[in-house]
């Protein structure tokens, strides 16, 4: 049953995160032989530090929070929580996944599997000697050499460092070392408001065991979506007891005894001193192409923090990238479909272009935001004329039973006969599945009316989409006119801006 590893493999993937792993799986599937090595933590950022290690911490913080709510008929006496039981669980939900992966890399690997291709994991760091060969440095510092025809580079990004700030990640963390608080601060400084720090100060709050302090240089949360969510996730945020300072740069972090002291300077050009037990700095991602060797092939990478591919995630000859590394977001969903297009494209498997259109994201807030497709601001910025309306959460009816109002969905669509979906952008429960339903007709290029031949389900959360539509071609069962604030329909031209349609 068990088979010899190849002398020479089909695909060697440098980083077994989520854009390695989909890639190898890919390459497995077409009967490859994988060559995979990775030197820290099976499944990467996105599994231990990152997505679903975070999101695993904001479901319990958010189930804290709904317990703590006094609007339901009933009440919580006593109800406590234990920062080590809290990271307990979220460290085994993460390792539950990377058992996972390890299970089904071990089940192909050539002494456990006689079919077709192979799974082969090498545990270090490599290095291009040459297009078609990495040295592999084990942790024991022993080192081999691994020979292939193709090469997929996912290593991964870092947080990014402010240069005066050390980082000792017990006091003054990152993302990557976040997990090593032993109990919950009184007092956390979050410098950064975009989304991951905007998800830790949602997670911190919801606790209710910290004071959290959310700094930004930039003069809104969230500053390249729309005003009105920007707006929605400042509101809520300051509901949690989020305090928000804007339009600050850290100038440096002191530690003391006991505490740590953050001095902030304003563009006005006064400066303020903040007190806090612990700080944690969320400014970003970068790649750090350091110790790859791609110099030896030509690739040079001094003065970027990126790596350049082609439309087909293609570097130079033979070597491809995907996931963070390159230059679209760092999303685990963008990396794991770069893998898989990468090694589809190198195989000569490729059906269709890769296309980054209507990408669904989801910022994990309380409650969630999602967004698919162009804002308004896009639209304005693009010159394109578009028509958007937005039904508040207030009135739909599952959200009412389930006394979750805050919320709503806000759908942009093009100003002509044949209203096509743009995009939407929705807060409130649920909102990580319902974003789906819009992604879907927009890759099919479909019209509002188009939409509205369904028949949506009584009582969902899916029934604000099919109102909010129904209010784009006037046909909604209500009216924007009574209900002002919850209900809106405008339209924007470049030559003559928003109007708004109240009827």
């Known amino acids: ?8 493999f089909d695909l060697c993937v440098l980083g077994c995160g989520p854009a390695g792993f989909a890639g190898a799986m890919r390459a497995l599937d077409f009967g490859k032989h994988v060559c995979i090595i990775e030197a820290a933590e099976i499944g990467g950022t ?42 307990r669980t979220v460290l085994q939900a993460a390792k539950e996944k990377q058992y996972q992966m390890l299970s089904q890399i071990e089940s ?124 929605f996730v400042k509101k809520n945020l ?39 037990d612990a700080a944690f700095i969320s400014i970003g991602r970068r790649f750090d192409p350091s110790g790859l060797g791609l110099e030896n092939l030509g690739i040079d990478t001094t003065g970027t923090n990126i790596l350049k591919t082609d439309e087909n995630c293609c570097i130079k000859d033979n070597i491809y990238a995907a996931g963070d590394i390159t230059h679209n977001p760092a999303l685990v969903n963008i990396a794991e479909m770069e893998g898989r297009y990468a090694v589809k494209h190198m195989f000569g498997r490729t059906r269709w272009p890769l296309s980054y259109r209507n990408m669904s994201t989801v910022m994990f807030f309380y409650p969630a935001v999602a967004a698919v497709g162009l ?40 100003d002509d006969e044949q209203q096509r979906i743009l995009g939407m952008r929705a807060a409130g429960p649920q909102v990580s599945s319902t974003i789906m339903s819009i992604a879907h007709f927009m890759d099919q290029g479909q019209g509002v009316l188009d939409v509205l031949k369904s ?21 909604s069962i209500f009216k924007p006119y009574p209900f002002p604030d919850l209900l809106k329909v405008k339209s924007w031209h470049p030559e003559t801006g928003y109007v708004d349609e109240k009827k």
């Open 375 to 414: 804002s308004e601001k896009m639209c304005r910025q693009k010159k394109i004329p578009f028509k958007v309306a937005y039904y508040s959460n207030a009135m739909c009816n599952r959200a009412i039973a389930m006394r979750a109002t805050q919320g709503f969905v806000k759908i942009v669509v093009t």
């Open 46 to 87: 996105g599994i231990m530090w990152g997505a679903l290690a975070s999101k695993t911490m904001w479901e319990i913080a958010k189930d804290y929070a709904i317990a703590n709510k006094q609007d339901r008929g009933y009440r919580v006496h006593g109800i406590s929580v234990d920062y080590c039981e809290v990271r």
């Open 108 to 231: 192909y690997s050539p002494n456990r599997w006689d079919g077709p291709g192979s799974l082969t994991l090498k545990t270090g760091w490599g290095k291009f000697l040459s297009k078609n060969e990495v040295e592999i440095t084990c942790p024991d510092e022993t080192r081999e050499r691994v020979k292939s025809r193709y090469f997929l580079v996912s290593t991964g990004s870092r947080p990014r460092k402010i240069d005066n700030i050390l980082l000792d990640q017990e006091r003054i963390f990152d993302s990557d070392g976040i997990l090593n608080l032993q109990c919950f601060p009184e007092r956390l400084v979050i410098i950064g408001a975009g989304v991951i720090g905007c998800e830790y100060a949602t997670i911190f709050s919801n606790f209710g065991q910290t004071k959290v302090y959310l700094v930004d240089h930039a003069k809104r949360v969230i500053p390249y979506e729309d005003e009105d969510v920007s707006d």
């Open 238 to 276: 300051a509901r949690s007891g989020v305090k928000i300072i804007h339009s600050a740069k850290l100038r440096n972090i002191l530690p003391q005894a006991g505490y740590l002291q953050a001095t902030l300077d304003f563009r006005e050009g006064h400066s303020e001193i903040i007190e806090a």
């Open 455 to 475: 028949i949506y389900p009584h009582p969902t959360i899916v029934e604000g989409i099919e109102e909010c539509l129904r209010m784009l071609v006037k046909k």
């Open 1 to 8: 049953m068990a088979q010899d590893p190849p002398d020479i």
